[in-house]
């Protein structure tokens, strides 16, 4: 049996999470999964409630007990500095030492796409951004601040560990998924350094990995080319900061912020699966938060568990879904957040 800790924190957190945990229990009862749910009671209200925003033992439950978490969203306009996420998401992040940031970009309908010509791009891509290093680290000062003489200075850390764990997690994906290619995205040029640290590494991994092709591209020339020909390219690995950046423009090609899922992965240990969007106060509460993103949190989340299957009939759910116009305002439908997760749930059956 799988236990699964599901966590739907604030805003629209919560109301997207009730569709991707209606879109998972009826997955459960199709396929006869062995899976098990627990709610858990964190985020802004039970910050303001208790004073208190996670503790000891619950971040020892959640790293001993649970296969994964499904998490929705934190932030609430309530609490400064969102100091309930901080401890929170960074918290399970450190705890669990999540290193890999997954984000997958499947295009589901060439409507959803900006790009001209978007029938050219169907494979998708999968961008395995770093996640524990990089310029995240918050290294670094300022001097003489709010002078005209002020010096900021914020460093950039990559370490061969830290590397050398995120680059095999990209070619393991890659040979797995019978991906041809791995492409590092870097700016090698300009930061000499680490560049030569994370080519180095990029090599003698990529040497495991006879299988797989390798070639490295700068992040500039690469925010062109998602653009130009995203269909180039299957598994990007990057640092924090380029990973951060690329994989919102990848998410606007695909369809946008209400969209995108994420997992964050420590392989083999703990996983934790996010949609890409945050809390959203300014539409919590309106019932038009796009479940989407959420609902294929569930179908990584299956993956994940091995129900390969499932996971493909939660996506083509959503795509039929997209295809029939059973959208929320933000892909100009008219559907309520609840009415999409539960015409979802209602078609599960209906997909391969
Ligand atoms: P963060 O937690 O990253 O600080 P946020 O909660 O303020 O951010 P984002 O999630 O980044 O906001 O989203 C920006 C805006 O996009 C939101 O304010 C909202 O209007 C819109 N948005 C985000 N997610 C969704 C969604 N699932 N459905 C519809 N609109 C969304």
Redesign the pocket.
Known sequence: MARIAVIPGD??GVE?MAEAVRVLRRTRELAGLDLELRTWDLGAERTLREGVTITEAEFETLEGDYEAILLG???DPRIAD?RH?RDILLGLRFRLDLFVNFRPCRLLDPSLSPLRNPDRWSGGMEIFRENTEGIYVNLGGRFKAGTRDEVAIHEDLSTWKGVERIVRAAFSHARDRRRPRVTLVDKANAMPASGALWRRVFQEVGADFPEVEREAVFVDAMAMDLVRRPQRYGVLVTSNLFGDILSDLAAVLTGG??LAPSANLHPGRHALFE?????????AGSG???????ILCVGLLLDHLGHVREARRVEEAVSLAIAEGVT???LEGTSSTEEVGGWIADHLANVA
């Not at 949609?275 to 539409?283: E, K, R, T, Y």
């Not at 038009?288 to 959420?294: E, F, I, L, V, Y």
């Open positions: 805003g629209i997207v969203a934190l932030g969102d996420a912020i209400g949609p890409v969007h945050g809390s959203a106060p300014d539409i038009t938060a796009n479940p989407m993103a959420a929320t305002p933000d």
